[in-house]
């Protein structure tokens, strides 16, 4: 009795030829729809599966393998007399190879015009279930999903080397494959009925890249993307120059790319250790790269730079005087990239900046279990603010407190910005009390915080920080208010003279 493949795939790359393997190995094959008529045409001897099932395939091709003369041959036991028997008395073959791929329902939802109906046809019922089926019966039946096995697989036939491990390995595939796949259909579900927060939180993700290492050599690390990922994300950046990303190099890159969204006219934002050490905000790219980097021009050595426009030959030549891990920008210009590629280390990232963002919700692994939030996008505006003390901002301050509460945002709490006309002068990040935030933050602006602004995250529990604020001179503040003792810190504003707005609005980043 000839071996029997089953062959049915979506993906027919490489089918031909990995046909006319088996069929020199001396299998039988059995096809349907386009994969059997890409087979007849190039001579195969293929029979049609409908010849197998004595069943017409009917519902618009829906129908077509689920079918007992199929599943019994992919699911009989060949070591088990009783199964034997059965398909004897059945006249059932069993089935030895399924080569299926499935549906394309990821590249479907891709389509800028998909309707739901155009989703639903493109939910794969049958290649699951051989799927699945076949590799259950891992022992017995050899089951391909991935085009990239077809040239190792005849190998391995052709030398009759296939051993139980490499049967494992091909079936912890395919169920891994049908997970992602079933896993990208209930997330289409989930958003399309507004499930947000549903009993069992279903994800899935493809693997981009093997990294070098984690956080620390002795950590083994892998960088992963969401199937469906649109938008702004490090996930679809396209690298144009430099050796290859690590692990804190993603961290740090996706911190720089959020907080270079916050910005609508040209900005530069410098970060170290996903914080940022310098952000300015200019009439031009290179005005505003000069203010980040002026801000803070010991603490960008070794930084990743996100510029939300353009990298042009003035700017491409303040970036090369110092010593970058990554620029991250929607373009560059021909000049700019001669200049860059210079330095061969130096990562150049090509990501559309003035996109969406490519995220809507954080997750984060904890011991056993994860924390799903939504995306901290939370705005103010000079009309949400409230003006607690006496003396009002004035048009420059104003300017300024907005500009830095875009800034503590994206710093770890507790957090506190010292800002000035577009321009960061301090920055105490992850501080385990906010006076201590602040004296860091008012010890890197020195004497520039005279005149300055100061943002924090969160409510000031007791008037200790405005009291550093005042000696150092700052003359306005923005906070979210709330605490039970504003009164204190409002009352000490009042006797300094500095103007305080609540913004009504916390931004704790853990």
């Known amino acids: ?74 699911l009989a036991r060949r070591d088990d007399p009783g199964h034997q028997q059965q398909l004897a008395e059945r006249d059932i073959h069993p089935i030895d190879v399924v080569v299926v791929n499935l549906y394309p329902f990821k590249q479907t939802l891709e389509q800028e015009s998909v309707t739901q109906a155009d989703a639903i046809e493109n939910i794969d ?25 077809y040239q190792p697989v005849l190998e391995q036939l052709a030398q ?24 990208m259909i209930a997330g289409y579900f989930s958003e399309i009925t507004g499930e947000k927060n549903p009993e069992t939180y279903t994800i899935t993700y493809e693997k981009v890249q093997t990294l070098r290492y984690g956080e620390n050599p002795h950590q083994s690390a892998a960088f992963y993307k969401e199937p ?8 679809n950046a396209k690298q144009l120059h430099g050796k290859e990303l690590s692990y804190n190099n993603i961290q740090d890159a996706n911190a720089a790319l959020e907080m270079a969204l916050e910005y609508q006219g040209p900005a530069a934002v410098a970060v170290k250790h996903m914080n940022p050490c310098g952000i300015g905000i200019g009439d031009t790219i290179s005005q505003a790269f000069q203010k980040a980097y002026q801000a803070d021009p010991v603490s960008i050595f070794g930084g990743i730079i996100a510029l939300n ?29 001669e200049i860059l590629t210079v330095k061969k280390n130096i990562r ?37 603010l409230t003006i607690a003390t006496n003396r009002k ?59 300055a602004v100061m943002a924090s995250d969160a409510f000031f529990p007791m008037p200790d920080t405005v009291e550093e604020a005042a000696q150092a001179g700052i003359t306005a503040i923005i906070q979210p208010g709330g605490s039970k003792r ?25």
């Open 348 to 384: 150049l990232l090509e990501i559309p900046i003035e996109s969406t963002r490519g995220q809507r919700q954080k997750l984060v692994s904890v011991a056993g279990g994860l924390l799903v939030q939504d995306v901290d996008n939370g705005k103010v505006n000079e009309q949400e």
């Open 1 to 74: 009795m000839r071996k029997r493949a089953l062959i049915s795939v979506s993906d027919k790359s490489n089918i031909v030829e990995f046909a006319q393997g088996l069929d020199k190995l001396g299998y039988e094959l059995i096809s349907t729809g386009g994969t059997l008529k890409k087979l007849q045409a190039a001579e195969l001897p293929a029979i049609p599966v409908s010849d197998i099932t004595q069943f017409e395939e009917i519902l618009d091709g829906r129908v077509k393998t689920l079918h007992p003369n199929i599943h019994s041959g992919l």
């Open 393 to 451: 901002p004035d048009e420059q301050e104003m300017k300024d407190l907005l500009f830095s509460w875009k800034v503590v945002k994206h710093v770890k709490s507790n957090a506190i910005v010292i800002a000035k006309q577009d321009q960061t002068l301090g920055i105490g990040a992850g501080q385990m009390n906010r006076v201590g935030a602040a004296k860091i933050a008012l010890e890197q602006a020195g004497d520039s915080a005279k005149g």
């Open 160 to 183: 009759d080397k296939f051993d139980e491990k490499d049967r494992k390995r091909l079936a912890a595939k395919v169920f891994r494959h049908t997970a992602n796949y079933d896993a």
């Open 228 to 235: 469906l990922a649109k938008g702004a994300s490090i996930a």
């Open 125 to 149: 019922i049958g290649g699951p279930t051989m799927l699945r089926a076949a590799a259950k019966n891992f022992r017995d039946v050899l089951v391909i999903v991935d085009p990239d096995d």
């Open 309 to 337: 426009r353009q990298v042009d030959k003035d700017t491409a030549n303040q970036l090369k005087e110092i010593f970058l891990e990554i620029v991250i920008a929607p373009s560059f210009t021909e000049e700019a990239l």
């Open 486 to 510: 504003d009164e204190d810190s409002i009352k000490a504003c009042n006797e300094h003279g500095i103007a305080m707005v609540f913004t009504g609005m916390r931004h704790f980043k853990h």
